[in-house]
């Protein structure tokens, strides 16, 4: 796969996570403590309080209310002892590098295993780099941590007691960008069929084969961050205070992964890509149908209705009929019976549209009950999240803990022999770019830099008409509102506004805007090769690790199968979903293994062998999940026969197990 079209989407933005009210509420503490610092005659006060506030906000956009209460008071308090300890070893150059290098390591590893605290563990690193890059007398920095505390305890009062998110606002908003995720990936289905492969595809042609060089834009795959996020959030929920409309988005939740899976291999047929009137608009309508379904989700508009109308179900059948095949029509016929009886079942166009269909309908709970308005809580809970102790790195995870830690510790130490003036931004770039894959490595080392190099640019241009101490004050507080804005937009534009911030912030506290700016430049670009450079002399190639994924993902299924085969009553439910879990996270792992080899240098990897036998695999068994997924939520509706669910459980189980050993 070419570099080039996945550097473009990683420099695509989500409009959809545009967030301009919330960006408002966690703006309102930094306005205070920055106007109060100014007001004191103590600007630099101000901004040592709004890098507490700053960092606390971020995290208040992201899960439920106790979760995000919690997470808030720990990153308060992270963000407290890392700028003590960081001011304190600052001045002491073996102490400083010897504290960040074990800093990094420690919190990459926990960041690496817990996904959840991945930007509770980036800001404890880059608060830790930057209170030691400053270089703060010690007599200043007990008063300095003191005041970032303040300003973190400050925002999580305003935002965790006063002024709190809507009743059940970041679930929603979270399922909701697992739908325009998905009509972004079928966005993607515009572009032209591969040469040579106009006519529809069989099922066997279809995983008999590579993904297309050109595949969604360069993506494999739809984007899996808002899947993973969404699920998250609702893990998040103690098993205690499960309800009704967490109940309803979990099952959304459920058909949107069903609809990922199947999208997958939908994506790979001739005829959903052509460039023919009936195929764009089967493609259009379909993005209708899952924009809608953002919107109806995004917005709450109650239990017991469904979140796809009847109009646009009929309007996305007709297209159906009119740009599929003939072949492929006649093994799906629509609207769909019980997924179990029919002969298609296997086609990825017919579980794509039996899984819409039941969209259609009023959503139905974990227990099989169609949930009404007012109606009790469904009370089956999901599988408890691993608490911190149960938690084990693997070597993997071990090697590139390492290896940024060396990274980090390695270019602190030379900014300090080189006596680089703010030279803690090297180390810091370094720190945010080197990831643990080379495609992700270099795509956010891209999107990076471009946001750095326009944030440079607007602040050299404001710097030239020589902005009052106020106006600089606003500044601070513009960048930041930006920032909180464009969290889920992006991640170029959200570097960009970052940068703004620490550009005025430094500003603010007496510095030249220009030499800022330059150096953050010539900072970022110097850290973004070094990025590369580590990996390079220490990679870590996913080709390598492919099969193995792809192995746990047949293995995942077959348990998930088995179960839904076996299991009953609520206990057994909960077993059940905790299989479906374990078989997605595993998918989605392999995903990205295959979508990372994709990108990976020949030269440097087993990325060709990977293209002959993992991505096929792959489309195989995104077929599989899907269908897996169709039966699950037929055996809790309770359509179809049980002899005819059984059989296509049956069936399902056997292609996990016999993809198993293929790769065994």
């Known amino acids: 796969m070419s570099l080039a079209p996945v550097l473009l989407q990683s420099l695509k933005v989500n409009a959809a996570g545009w967030r301009p009210g919330s960006a408002t509420r966690c703006a309102l503490v930094l306005g205070l403590v920055l106007i109060g610092g ?161 006519r529809a595809a069989t099922a066997p042609q279809m995983v008999s084969r590579p993904f297309p060089a050109n595949s969604t834009a360069g993506r494999l795959f739809p984007d899996d961050a808002p899947f993973r996020d969404a699920a998250a959030a609702l893990a998040s929920v103690r098993p205690g205070t499960w309800r009704s409309s967490h109940s309803e988005l979990r099952a959304l939740l459920e058909e ?108 139905v709970s974990a227990t099989g009950i169609t949930l009404t308005e007012g109606g009790a809580p469904d009370r089956t809970t999901p599988p408890p999240a691993p608490r911190l102790w149960q938690l084990r790195p693997t070597p993997s995870q071990w090697q590139h803990s390492f290896r940024l830690a060396l990274a980090v510790g390695l270019s602190d130490l030379l900014v300090r022999l080189l006596a680089l003036p703010h030279g803690y931004w090297l180390p810091l770039t370094v720190g945010l770019v080197l990831r643990a894959d080379y495609l992700t490595t270099v795509t956010r080392g891209s999107a990076r830099l471009l946001g750095t190099l326009v944030a440079v640019l607007l602040g050299l241009l404001i710097g030239l008409v020589h902005p009052s101490p106020q106006a600089d004050t606003l500044l601070v507080l513009a960048a930041a509102w930006l920032a909180y804005a464009l969290l889920q ?18 500003s603010a506290s007496g510095l030249s805007q220009g030499a800022v700016a330059e150096g953050r430049l010539l900072y970022t670009v110097l850290g973004g090769v070094l990025a590369l450079v580590a990996f390079l002399l220490w990679p870590i190639w996913q080709a390598g690790s492919a099969r193995e994924r792809l192995r746990q993902v047949a293995f995942r299924q077959q348990e998930y199968a088995a179960l839904l085969l076996n299991a009953g009553g609520p206990e057994g439910e909960n077993r059940v979903e905790a299989a479906r879990i374990a078989a997605r996270d595993a998918r989605l792992a392999a995903e990205g293994a295959v979508m990372a080899a994709a990108a990976e240098p020949h030269w440097a990897s087993h990325a060709a062998p990977v293209r002959e036998f993992a991505q096929p695999i792959m489309a195989r068994l995104s077929g599989n999940a899907a269908r897996l997924v169709a039966l699950q939520l037929a055996l809790r509706s309770g359509r179809g026969s049980v002899d005819t669910t059984r059989a296509a459980l049956e069936t399902s189980r056997q292609v996990a197990e016999q993809t198993a050993k293929e790769l065994s």
């Open 38 to 198: 100014s007001l004191l005659g103590h600007p630099s006060w101000g901004v040592a309080a709004a890098i507490g506030a700053f960092n606390a906000g971020l995290v208040s956009l992201s899960g439920v209310y106790r979760t995000r209460l919690r997470t808030m008071l720990q990153v308060c308090l992270v963000t407290f002892a890392c700028a003590l300890l960081g001011g304190l070893v600052g001045t002491s150059l073996p102490l400083a590098v010897l504290t960040l290098t074990l800093g990094c390591l420690l919190f990459t590893a926990y960041g690496e295993v817990a996904p959840a605290a991945a930007t509770l563990t980036l800001q404890a690193i880059m608060t830790l780099l930057i209170l030691s890059g400053l270089r703060l007398p010690p007599s200043a920095v007990p008063g300095t941590a003191m005041l970032v505390l303040l300003g973190g305890a400050a925002q999580v009062l305003v935002l965790g007691v006063l002024w709190p998110l809507g009743k059940y606002q970041p679930e929603r908003r979270a399922v909701s960008l697992v739908f325009a995720a998905l009509a972004d990936f079928v966005q993607g289905w515009e572009e032209p069929a591969v040469k040579g492969r106009g």
């Open 489 to 506: 937009v992006g991640y170029a534009p959200f570097s960009a506004a970052v940068s703004l911030y620490v550009i005025f912030s430094v």
């Open 256 to 363: 949107a992964e069903g609809l990922r899976a199947a999208f997958i291999s939908l994506g790979l047929q001739p005829w959903v890509r052509a460039q023919n009137e009936q195929a764009r608009l089967f493609r259009r309508v379909l993005v209708r149908v899952l924009t809608q379904l953002r919107l109806s989700v995004r917005q709450g508009e109650g239990a017991g209705r469904p979140p796809v109308s009847s109009g646009a179900m009929r309007a996305l059948r007709v297209a159906a009929h009119r740009a599929a095949p003939p072949s492929v029509v006649a093994a799906a016929p629509f609207p769909s019976g019980p997924v179990a009886g029919q002969e298609g079942q296997s086609s990825p166009f017919a579980l794509a549209l039996d899984l819409l269909e039941r969209l259609s309908l009023p959503v």
